[in-house]
């Protein structure tokens, strides 16, 4: 318990906040002889770094990563990896006005009521920040499913009303939002920064989806695959919704259409999104996840201080105007982590004998 | 791991298959001293079990619970609470038909990918007959829940294209379809029916509401309350997605709209459903699951067999026609199972000193 | 939490009383396909029932098992198989006089004071037939490990101040007392019939060896194996110390004397039993348990009511005056979970990539 | 799985090797509003380092503790603690002649077993410094326990054959081997002396006692008090033995003997060490460890490398004569773990009705 520690076979413990000393992670269960630098987990967290373009908070990290332990001549051990990102452009100060009150759509007034005592400095643990230590695990993760084939990809799909048209992969990583469309990405830009402009912000989809999986994994009847990666998605603060393959799409849908047809050559459609009965079909893992718009803007609210009483704020500092570019990597990371978890529980069960 | 167990702090180990002799669960946790008698269990399975009605599965079950352990004179004794369910109207021989093909939207295939050997009679572990576990298990977390003032109800919002109008909670238990809103329950019945004529099914939505939780209840960063809730219903086979609060309707949402304003006399509104940042807020939790419609359908449709050969085949057994109305209190057990866990997490994280 | 589930990768989670309806046991994480019969776990059950020999207790169960879940056609299917064990010769009303009153050496009082309510029929949760569970399971594991080569076996050492002076492994099961010299035996008999004659009871070691183990099972570094082991030998009630290899043996040697040197033929010595830094050296596995003598006795003891007064007790019923010869099958049991469950923590390591 | 996470309700994740950068620890589960600063774990690393006198290992650590997250102003925050150690007289060139042999009593055998690799500086991650975070984390669990009046104390009994005559525990700080008895303790260290002059190691019996304990703390069946505490203890790699209460001594009683009896006052004796069924009685907690002599030793001994070829090496390096004197402050640490994590998972039992 604690709710710090995620994965069963492969298992992440996370700590930190975002204005305190550090952010990391310890990760066990990692294959031995797994080769494995900082480069190769810095390459993934300068995808998640902010400050990098328009669209993104001004807040400068250079999010540099160290490995404590665990690698030894460039190879995994098999001993748990710990992994710190030093906190550099913290400043506590700029939140001190925030000590007293409850921002509207943030965790503060919930981590008041939990705990009786909150780090007020930035959301603390709640922050976004929390989920580079995330990326970083997810960093070694993506490196043991390589060999295996396994490649994941996500990408805006959505932000407010525009939605991409269509799904070009390689256009992802072009321009600022992540978006698979480019006409609809410039449109995407343009709906940001107008949204930011108004001290407003804006929520969007970000679909996943991830081939080679082999068919197979996930543990039924609770440990299901889809069920693992649901817990994993919502497990990010600005998460409200996830939808495998035709998802709530699905309700208005018949057996006779929703049904995969199974041929020789596999399945026909993959309206499942690459699960059923909570074990990997083999075909393409597909998700989509709801993200609601930034909860930190710069508009006048209303909201009440720690004795209840009603006060009025406009939250300055510096936030993602929409979060979905920056969570592309991080969704990326948390699915890798769920499916190097359920080969290895794979290879547990079917092992050993 | 293994798949079969749920919760931490009050958790539940799961077992059975649909045509083996008995599906049942250990319960772990239980408050010593809980008054707890086989009638408080029974009246939720009776709810759960088939052949309730013209739109739910023939299938004769009695589904009787038998207590094997941890009450004494009426009360749990903190020891495990073993609940066995014998199975009575197994027909495992209407079955051998299916031994040998993989039937399209069933976990047919993904069991014999996983396993290389499958229970084949009546979908084995994976059929939705495993949930009366689940509501026998649900049944005494909703007796510890009672006296701390938490209400769980879930509905039918949607059946196909008809949309509950209203809720109204005192007209859930007057349909077979369990949806608020006798107009459209009248509505929803025709449409299943219509469906069932026509050897086919029909998807849904399903909504559920707890009052009374405390705010405080969720374990950042991982087993945030949504999180849990959201790997408990999407463990249910039969469920493609998940929303809170406002969910995928957030995404157009901008975030000074989004956000629920604090007053003095609590949220303004509750587009977060009930958490923020994975805990608790106090307000109404509410959360929607997408209901794929019955793999199980009377069409011809086109699959292979264990030699990957094309098969048509025609599914005989008996089946839901649309699974919302008998997955309603599988989704109240489910989000009791959730809450109790936390509140007995909450317990331990203040308690002790 | 709930101390009721044992092992990871390969997991059981126990339940019952000694005199409710049945004991049982869940098994998760077998290997599917494992071939396995009712006939394959009651071999091992008619090892530890009672009414044996002269030496133990005269209770009449046939301890008949019955699985009711994850076996199909004679092998395992990879979901969880549930065993039950009735109740047969429970005699609830035999132990109402206890009721009221704390038996010395028992844990009564404990209970009582965890969970503020108890069952006291024959100890309840705490009584010895809870370990049928566990043999019922470590049948399981033990088909697991047969193929594999492991071979596990204990034994009585010790019985009060008579020790085995020879160890012939084809002598065990030729004496009621499970000893490894017939010599030794003969007074171990006679001195457990004269404790039980002068209502007392003996205490005494039973060793365990396990051959075949492959070097490198176990997990550094708080689950190691000799830690899994000391804790699943612990967890019986009447076990009070354990030691591996040399063992507090090893308090007086010198490390020039202790160190087992390698040679290019394996380990020239064993005094550390087969684990090197909590890991197999796959040189035999040998560890001792310290068994106290049995609580229950006839001659009359002073201890106290529930309202805190003194009361003298002599307790009937039927016990066994040393638990030695019983235990044997728990311990070879308890050994095989935890061996089964790193086997497959090893396969889940190096495996998945 | 992975093996560095222990406890549930209050939890750590330790990382580091001897050699690498640091080692650490993640602590979860820590009562929100706690006081803490650095200097509280401070003085609990101080009482382990190297060091400290001419009994023990003259490697120089400061052994600074750095508190990265999960403090504010002070207190705890309820979110996970990360502490880390650096490692500042590494000297990993030390090593180098080791890298292709296997020192006999250590791991270097197991470890090339398991994980086909191995960090052979000073025994990496098996190495006696990885306790330095335990020590930290039980700095933390001893501040949770001492409002609830739970005091723990360790101290060397035996080392070789000379034994402590009395145990006074003022006395156990003023000598280099934590003896509490002083005579004792003078013949302990002159024998330690000797053994270094002659390039060896002693052994020994660590004693530990815990008062203040409530009644009811430990959670049968598996998770017993005295089978974590086993667990616990059996974890550190010296750690051959563990007996509880009478122990191995129970072997020889009779049960009229080693039943305790009840009285109005309470326990009229201890046999039980503090221990009935797995559930604390109230009386003092009583268990003692077997402590094998240090492997490491600059005698000539025969061994093999990598290639099976016969090696003779002799261990030059930095290390404890004897291990008793430093691993009572780890003792202690595990101790105060485990009684904390129960607490905890009691609060949890009895609580969120």
Redesign the interface.
Do not use: W
């Given at each position: 318990?604690?709710?710090?520690?995620?994965g069963?076979?492969?298992?992440i413990?996370?700590?930190?906040?975002s204005h305190?000393?550090?952010?990391?992670v310890?990760v066990?269960?990692v294959?031995?002889?797994?080769p494995l630098t900082e480069a190769d987990i810095q390459i993934e967290l300068d995808r998640r770094k902010p400050g990098q373009s328009e669209v993104a908070t001004p807040r400068q990290e250079s999010d540099t990563v160290?490995?404590?332990?665990?690698v030894?001549e460039g190879?995994?051990?098999?001993?748990?990896?710990?992994l710190?990102i030093w906190n550099a452009d913290a400043r506590p100060e700029a939140y001190r006005d925030l000590a007293e009150v409850?921002r509207?759509?943030?965790?503060d007034?919930?981590?008041h009521?939990?705990?009786?005592?909150?780090?007020h400095?930035g959301s603390?643990?709640?922050s976004g920040r929390?989920t580079a230590a995330r990326v970083a695990a997810g960093a070694i993760a993506k490196k043991?499913l390589a060999?295996?084939g396994v490649t994941i990809r996500a990408y805006t799909l959505?932000v407010?009303?525009i939605g991409a048209e269509r799904v070009d992969l390689d256009e992802v990583d072009r321009n600022p939002v992540r978006c698979p469309d480019p006409s609809a990405a410039a449109r995407m830009v343009e709906a940001i920064r107008e949204?930011r402009d108004q001290k407003?912000?804006?929520?969007?989809?970000v679909e996943c989806r991830a081939t080679g999986v082999?068919?197979?994994?996930?543990?039924?009847?609770?440990?299901?695959l889809?069920?693992?990666?649901?817990?994993?998605?919502?497990?990010l603060?600005a998460v409200?919704?996830?939808?495998?393959?035709?998802?709530?799409g699905?309700?208005?849908?018949?057996?006779?259409?929703?049904?995969?047809?199974?041929?020789?050559e596999g399945f026909?459609t993959n309206h499942?999104?690459g699960?059923?009965?909570?074990?990997?079909?083999?075909a393409e893992l597909v998700f989509r996840i709801?993200?609601?718009?930034?909860?930190?803007?710069g508009?006048e609210?209303?909201?009440?201080d720690l004795d209840?009483?009603?006060r009025r704020i406009a939250i300055g500092g510096r936030h993602d105007p929409c979060i979905c570019p920056r969570i592309v990597p991080v969704v990326e990371a948390m699915a890798a982590l769920v499916l190097?978890d359920h080969?290895?529980?794979?290879?547990?069960?079917?092992?050993?004998?």
């Open positions: 318990m604690g709710g710090s520690i995620f069963k076979a492969f298992r413990t996370t700590f930190g906040e305190g000393k550090a952010v990391g310890v066990e269960g294959t031995p002889g797994l160290h490995i404590l332990s665990g030894f190879r995994a051990t098999g001993c748990p990896i710990a710190v409850f509207p759509g943030h965790a007034y919930t981590y009521a939990k705990y009786g005592i909150r780090d400095r603390g643990r709640a929390e043991v060999p295996a959505q407010g009303a949204a407003d912000s804006l929520g969007g989809i082999p068919a197979g994994l996930g543990e039924p009847v609770f440990d299901k889809d069920a693992d990666l649901a817990k994993a998605m919502l497990s603060g409200k919704g996830i939808e495998f393959g035709a998802g709530f699905a309700v208005t849908m018949r057996g006779s259409e929703h049904n995969d047809a199974l041929t020789a026909a499942a999104g699960v059923l009965g909570g074990i990997s079909t083999g709801a993200v609601k718009p930034t909860s930190s803007i508009r609210q209303v909201t009440v209840g009483r009603e190097v080969l290895k529980r794979q290879s547990a069960l079917r092992g050993g004998a």
